[in-house]
């Protein structure tokens, strides 16, 4: 138990100034007499405490016991029990729904116990009745929420929506099966999750794809578009061979002006089968166009023949047969292709439309970016829509930019975008005497911009062509692509009357702040991983072994209960009998379960980018950080303690346990010592003490890892 030092200085205090008033008061009457005065009282008082000087002493500690006795039962009635009443009242400001006070100590801290319970009653019965009149002023705003709750859960489209930093908002029903059903399309490390609320979307798609597709919607907007007309479009293949179509739109707060984006949608199509179903039928109209060469050969001779007036009967019905056998050939296979025409709904690679200046304004932005070399615009054409995958251009283009460089000391680099008919022309230009024979063989090397893209994939992917072209009258050298142009210019942008009306009134993107240092966060702002394991005993360094781990997640303030992580661990030795009994985990129910190197993967993947929560967690994190070397990940990022914030908000308490933290705050206790229950009340725990710190000054992480550095129970190691 630790040592309370105010008490311990209370119960001396009343002694030391009994001994201090004694000795004061002898040494003011000795000085006060007389030298043959003092001379007597000497002759009378030395023989007396030679033989019985220990009676004052012992008569002494005796006053000295029954004063610190007396001032000890004072300070648990009138200070102790006073700090106690305090530490339990901030509790009830904090959480309305926190038991009353149980009344202790003197009848004038009882009385005063009973009032603040009043009062705490009546706060409550205020509350609910503000309660009562917020339910029925927001059941509108309720309904509009649910209606658009079961809107997104029957959208046969995938819908993810994400502020500005990346971090996932909300998704639907379609979504969590893309990513998270049977045969998920994307998958993270140890099987683990890519798609959770505050999650990064980072973690699924390239942040150079999104960070485009917004350049292109900031574009857009901040030319007069209407926001609910503005969007991007890019296609991106996944690590399991699925094709999806991504379409971006902005969420945004409309001002007086212009509209500010503070997020944005993603439209998500699995097309995996309908482009499928346009190669095969590529490669069918291929294979008719070859085999129909054969059958009009055929045919031409037998109708020459059968052109000669002097050819035999026989000879000319065998020829018409052949003819006939020929077209038979012909109507089947055309048959066979229509059919298999009719059942593959057919697309082609997915393009969008593009103001021809936009796209070299954001590559010049790119490659300056990339290589640190200006680039000019020689000529573009003001009013030229083009219909391409913007993405793939720009980094075809960075890429070429980027050889250029190296073969090239500071090449005067330059892009010019003409139309050519019903094509357009982008050209990347630099003086012809800059050339270099590594660039001539552009065309015999292979031209691999990364692992799933190449220069003649871009140019075929727009049908069109690349090529290295010289002119020798202007001394310039230029790779050409040839590009589709937009079948019709996008219509103009709508005039906007007043606001944009209101389909929902409830606010998904306050989550997007300035990215401070994470110390520097409020600690109701930040991600949290709350977590527990169960192991085989209390000794990891004497071969004791995880068995289960248990999480879940808080953000913005809101336990996620449906978001959780749960494994049994199979630990590789046997589980001890003695343990058995507190966490109810068998020999027979870890058997083939993985081994703690293959979970701690899958669970960093839970956790990333989040802090760490636990209670009594450096327990925890011990067994953990002697399993890093084995599975090959570390856990770096900060990490909270619950009992330790429990000893800062409540530091007149005798017992920081979760049993009796819990039954302070409220807190319902379930499935008590499993891995995943004693996460979830950890959370439960934690979520009432932020209130708590906030009242003590302690707002953000850095101060509260500082404010327990400084705790008793910091102390403790493992």
Partial sequence: MKSDRRLVLVMLAPGAALAAWLLLGGAVIWMTLAPLERAGVDAVIGPLLSSHGVLPVAWWLVAAALMAWAACRLYEAHVAETARLADATKVLIGDVTAPDLVPRGGAVARDLTVAINDLAAARRALQEEMACLAAQTSRAVAEQRDQLGALMADLNQCVVVCNLEGRILLYNKRARQLFCGPSPTFQGAGGSELIGLGRSIHGVFDPLLIAHALETVERRLARGDEAAAVSARFVTGTPAGHLL?????????????????????????????????????????????????ASFASMQVALDILGHPNLEAEKRDHLRKIVQDEVSAMSVRLAALAAETSHDHLTRWPLQEMLGADLVAAAVTRIAAVTGQQVERNGVEGN????????????????LARRLTKAIDRPNLGIRLTRAGDRAHLDLIWPSEDASAEIFDWQTVEMQVDDALSVRDVAKRHGGEAWLEHDRKHRLSFFRFLLPLATDEPAAAVTREGSRPEYYDFDLFTA?????????????????????????????????????????????????????????????????????????????????????????????????????????VAFDMRFIKLKESVSGVRFDQPVLDTMLLSSLVH??????????????????????????????????VFLKMIPLLRGRGILTLGQAREAEQNSYYSRLRY
Wanted: charged share 25%; proline share 4%; with cysteine.
């Fill in 512 to 616: 997007s702040e300035n990215n401070h240092a994470l110390d520097e966060r409020l600690l109701e702002n930040i991600t949290y991983t709350v977590f527990d394991t169960e192991t085989t005993g209390l000794y990891p360094a004497h071969g004791d072994e995880i068995i289960q781990i248990g999480a879940t997640r808080i953000v913005n303030g809101k336990l996620l209960s449906g978001e959780c992580f749960d494994q049994l661990v199979d630990p590789q030795r046997i589980i001890p009998e003695a343990s058995i009994p507190i966490h109810g985990i068998r020999q027979a129910m870890v058997r083939g379960k993985p081994s703690i190197a293959e979970v701690l993967p899958a669970f960093r993947a839970f956790a990333i980018d989040t802090v760490l929560v636990g209670h009594n």
């Fill in 651 to 684: 530091p007149h308490e005798e017992s920081h346990d979760l049993d009796s933290i819990g039954a302070r705050l409220g807190v319902t206790i379930s499935d008590r010592h499993t891995a995943l229950g004693d996460a979830l009340t950890t959370a439960k």
């Fill in 384 to 399: 030229l829509w083009l219909y391409v995958d913007s993405f793939a251009i720009i980094q075809v283009l960075t890429f």
């Fill in 245 to 293: 179509r991504v379409s971006l739109a902005p969420v945004c707060h409309a001002t007086s002006d212009k509209p500010a984006l503070t997020g944005f949608m993603l439209l998500l199509d699995d097309i995996t089968e309908e482009y499928e179903a346009h190669t095969r039928h590529d490669r069918q109209l291929l294979e008719f166009t070859d085999a129909s060469r």
